[in-house]
């Protein structure tokens, strides 16, 4: 799954977690990083989730900047992003004026697969508030969208919305129609760069059973094949 700035955003192959890709003028250091244990556990947290959010979408800022804009103190931002640069997802730009340190997010999006975490009681729970809290994350941002579509012009209307499918599938076969959707996503990541008609959107992808009092005997993943 991915994610990339749901308060977000990141994704199990390119897909679960959440997040969208990063959107802000300074690129970031890697396309992606795949989430440990412990990474899990620092960023399963509702301000260092928007905290690495706000730094893909909009590109370096400080603790009283992401303050501002997430209407919270600079002291508990300043708290946060050291506790995500310890695990590796923000670090300090070292380009900032005095103590007016400047982060930025260090990739543009993370990932990972819920079987990295099976076993482990806290990072299984950790997944679990995070993957709801992207989940929710949508439902807001969604919204907003729905009470200003209408400002918009019609060929945007036309062209943003929503759509639901039901495919019958195999475990194996759903995670290679994820791979394909994500490898679309990524030839249309910055095809608008330099025209001032493109607009930042963001894409989700949500896969989920629809027939779930009948979960799957467990076996190997050749036998489902």
């Known amino acids: 799954m991915a994610a990339s700035d749901s308060p977000s955003p990141a994704s199990p192959t390119p897909s679960s977690g959440a997040s969208s890709p990063s959107m802000g003028d300074d690129p970031t250091d890697h396309e992606d990083v795949w989430l440990t244990p412990e990474s899990l556990r620092v960023l399963a947290h509702p301000l ?33 992003l050291r506790k995500l640069e310890s695990v590796g997802l923000v670090h300090d730009t070292e380009e900032g004026e005095g103590k ?14 819920p079987s990295d975490f ?13 993957t709801r809290d992207y989940a929710r994350h949508f439902s807001e941002q969604y919204d907003k969208w729905l009470d200003v579509s209408t400002t918009w012009p019609t060929a945007w209307q036309d062209a943003c919305g929503s759509s639901d499918a039901s495919v019958l599938v195999t475990a194996e076969s759903l995670e290679a129609m994820r791979e ?6 990524e030839r249309y990541r910055r095809v608008g760069q330099g025209n001032p008609q493109a607009r930042r959107i963001a894409v989700y992808a949500f896969a989920y059973p ?15 094949r």
Not at 49 to 61: F, I, K
Not at 100 to 112: K, Q
Not at 210 to 224: F, I, K, N, V, Y
């Open 48 to 80: 260092r989730s928007r905290l690495l959010g706000a730094l893909r979408r909009g590109g370096p800022a400080t603790a009283t900047d992401l303050a501002a804009a997430l209407g919270t103190n600079s002291g508990a931002t300043s708290y946060h």
């Open 210 to 224: 629809l027939d779930l009092d009948r979960p799957p005997a467990a076996g190997s993943r050749e036998s489902s």
């Open 180 to 185: 394909e959707m994500w490898d679309l996503i």
């Open 118 to 130: 099976e076993g482990d009681e806290d990072s299984e729970t950790a997944l679990n508030w995070l």
């Open 100 to 113: 007016r340190r400047l982060w930025r997010a260090s990739s543009e999006y993370h990932s990972w697969h």
